[in-house]
């Protein structure tokens, strides 16, 4: 394989993969891209994340480029909408456009971290 090992592109995945739920929630309840746009941008997503994890400096445990990672799920609901006139009238949609993609995967961020630490309630489970 070139440029990135079996285990870095496993890593990777695996990364991804468990960030997908939030990255779904972000492009579809966020950003409220529709269902077709969402998967194709998760796709161009996920090339960029082995692109990224593959650059000069990457750290040796990539789940600590994680937070990149749905900070770029972010940037790409706030591009998406950015260049269009056909903004949804939703009010999640508007507060991520307004606050912009930084501050929305903060707090994304710390509301899984929340959650994660939150008691698990019977019948849920932590992941």
């Not at 070139?2 to 929630?25: N, V, W």
């Not at 998967?39 to 400096?57: I, N, Q, S």
């Not at 994304?108 to 698990?120: G, H, I, S, V």
Request: hydrophobic share 35%; aromatic share 6%; charged share 30%.
């Amino acid at each position: 394989m070139s440029g990135i090992s079996t285990y870095r592109r496993d890593e990777a995945d695996r990364i991804f993969a468990q960030a997908m739920p939030l990255i779904d929630s972000v492009l579809l309840q966020n950003y409220a891209l529709p269902r077709a746009d969402a998967v194709e941008m998760e796709a161009c997503l996920r090339d960029w994340f082995h692109a990224f994890v593959r650059r000069p400096g990457s750290p040796e445990t990539l789940e600590r480029l994680r937070p990149h990672l749905l900070a770029m799920a972010c940037n790409a609901g706030h591009v998406y909408w950015s260049s269009r006139t056909d903004v949804p009238n939703d009010g999640n949609v508007r507060r991520c456009l307004s606050l912009g993609p930084e501050r929305i995967a903060i707090e994304m961020e710390k509301a899984e971290a929340e959650r994660k630490k939150a008691p698990n309630e019977p019948g849920k489970e932590n992941r």
